[in-house]
């Protein structure tokens, strides 16, 4: 059996000359200037695709692109190749493609989530709405990102790591003290699990502190009270001549020393309190006790002497200046507290040893542990702006990588959205009011990190799926999906170096500015007018809460909650939330 003959395709050279394909001429880049034997089209941009009511847009599953750009004022091709005649048109296209504009109600966590928008509310006045929305680049989210990271490597560079754990590492050695004996000494102080620096260090560097921020009583009241202990100290000085140290009566053995007071000595212009090692009014050119400036017979009030005059030979009544001085004033520890020790023990214990004096009265320790900008009046702590160098800090590298997977992926989707200012105010107005309700309830804790920003990035998830409502299926499902997520975050702030009151009120700060800042569309007039009262009421409830807290922190301050600290951290041992001063053991 043969097979069919088909019948032959008709050539080109046969068909008439009008039905002849002809190629589409594509267009040339407006760089044609560069490659001159391309003939030069007019560039025609292609037509925009505006999406039909029954299209995917409906479903939030594809995006818009904005028109493309004017291309009338590119210069010809007889003029200088400046401008953008030196730029690729494909280069052109991506730097201007808007293909992936972020979604209201949707965005990235949103697909993760598998939320969809509903298809018959969108009708074309919502359309307008949503196309009217300002596209943004996330300038702010990777500016902190950027610092934080620096901020990181720079305090583990200088500061070095503390031992990893979650309880306390033991240090022991043999030490110089002021005996002028080498005896053992011991002292605790607490792991980070976050691998970075010590505790210590993170507040040098201006973690939030409390008794940094302001003059904290229980803090003060034992500054205070070792102050009057060493009013009534004199000096102690060896009676084999090996040398001489301040000291409380009852600390100096009367077998190998002799505590020299003047109360039991000839003293100068019948002083009571003293004397002190190193220092005497009669011996000191600068700052001279004459005339008004006589020193007080308080030697909590003396000051530094500068220019000390030293007698020769022991005189009478001049011992003290003659002796060998072998302690001077040692800050150690996160409370303020002073010893006089030997430059060894101070070094040893990681404290600041103050050459330069010989009183604790003669030092702000607390100035010394806190760091950053000295106080403006030694006695009174200032260091407020800790509310938001805080957000910068971070307690070590696991933390760091954390914060900045959380802030690349969510925090800069929502950026554009809202754009780099308001995003801005949301993350800082949210940590600065998170660490103030910290500081407050938690005192005694030293934090660092932006885990009430972080939170308030949180709240503007719930206020974009209340201001979309209508517009998604299943909000509910939405809303307690976000619930799950920041139950969860919650367990995460039980740990130490992550503080659950700094997430719950930069969550409530996050909510009440994202209210007011974030922006929405309206279905219909009641709705945008409901929308406007909610943005004056978060207003003033943002601003009234921010109020309370400063009165709660600098007027009636709290500083007995026992039960404030189970919110914060759950002990699971013995020493898992305890607070981060050093422990001298022996």
């Not at 011996?283 to 009030?301: E, F, I, Q």
Request: net charge neutral; hydrophobic share 40%.
């Amino acid at each position: 059996m043969r097979a069919p003959k088909w019948p032959e395709r008709p050539r080109l050279s046969d068909l008439p000359e009008e039905v002849l394909p002809t190629a589409a001429v594509r267009p040339v880049p407006v760089s044609s200037k560069i490659y001159p034997k391309i003939p030069e089209v007019e560039y025609k941009p292609e037509p925009i695709w505006i999406p039909s009511e029954m299209d995917e847009v409906d479903r939030g599953e594809t995006t818009w692109r904005r028109k493309a750009i004017d291309v009338s004022a590119v210069p010809k091709a007889d003029e200088p190749a400046v401008g953008l005649r030196r730029i690729w048109d494909k280069m052109l296209d991506t730097a201007f493609d808007n293909s992936d504009r972020r979604q209201l109600g949707i965005g990235a966590l949103g697909r993760c989530l598998n939320r969809q928008w509903r298809r018959d509310r969108i009708d074309s006045d919502i359309k307008k709405q949503l196309d009217d929305f300002s596209d943004h680049r996330p300038y702010f989210t990777y500016w902190v990102t950027v610092v934080q990271i620096i901020v990181c490597i720079v305090s583990i560079s200088v500061y070095g790591l503390a031992p990893v754990g979650f309880g306390r590492t033991q240090q022991e050695s043999l030490v110089l003290k002021p005996s002028l004996a080498f005896e053992p000494v011991g002292y605790q102080e607490p792991d980070n699990l976050w691998i970075g620096p010590k505790s210590a260090a993170l507040i040098h560097l201006g973690a939030k502190y409390a008794p940094c921020m302001r003059k904290d009583k229980p803090t003060w009241d034992k500054i205070y009270k070792n102050r009057e202990i060493e009013n009534h100290s004199a000096c102690c000085i060896r009676n084999d001549g090996s040398g001489c140290i301040q000291s409380a009566q009852e600390n100096c053995n009367d077998l190998f020393s002799t505590w020299y007071s003047w109360r039991d000595f000839l003293p100068p212009n019948n002083r009571t309190r003293g004397s002190v090692c190193g220092q005497d009014p009669r011996s000191c050119h600068r700052p001279a006790s004459s005339g008004a400036n006589v020193w007080p017979d308080d030697l909590t009030k003396w000051p530094i002497c500068k220019d000390v005059i030293k007698p020769e030979g022991a005189r009478n009544g001049l011992e003290p200046m003659t002796c060998d001085l072998i302690g001077r004033p040692c800050c150690i520890g996160i409370r303020g507290e002073c010893i006089i020790t030997t430059r060894e023990y101070c070094q040893f214990v990681n404290g600041y040893f103050h050459e330069e004096a010989t009183l604790c009265s003669q030092v702000s320790c607390m100035d010394e542990v806190c760091g950053m900008i000295s106080f403006l009046n030694p006695n009174v702590p200032d260091q407020f702006y800790r509310l938001w160098t805080s957000i910068f800090l971070h307690a070590g590298i696991v933390h760091c990588v954390l914060t900045v997977i959380l802030q690349m992926f969510l925090m800069r989707d929502l950026e554009k959205l809202a754009g780099p200012i308001r995003i801005a105010v949301i993350y800082i107005g949210s940590g600065i009011g998170g660490n103030l309700a910290s500081a407050i309830f938690s005192p005694d804790r030293a934090e660092v990190g932006p885990a009430g920003s972080q939170l308030g990035l949180m709240g503007m998830l719930f206020v974009e799926v209340l201001q979309s409502w209508q517009l998604l299926q299943r909000p509910w499902t939405s809303l307690l999906k976000l619930l799950g997520i920041f139950i969860f975050l919650i367990i995460i702030g039980l740990f130490p170096w992550v503080d659950n009151y700094a997430h719950i009120f930069g969550f409530l700060f996050g909510l009440l500015l994202s209210f007011a800042l974030l922006p929405y569309v309206t279905f219909g007039e009641f709705d945008r007018r409901r929308k406007i009262a909610t943005i004056i009421i978060c207003l003033l409830l943002a601003a009234g809460l921010l109020a309370t807290l400063i009165v709660l922190f600098y007027v009636t301050p709290i500083y007995a909650c026992n039960a404030c600290e189970y919110i914060n951290c759950i002990p699971w041992t013995s020493d898992f939330c305890k607070n981060y001063e050093i422990l001298i053991t022996y």
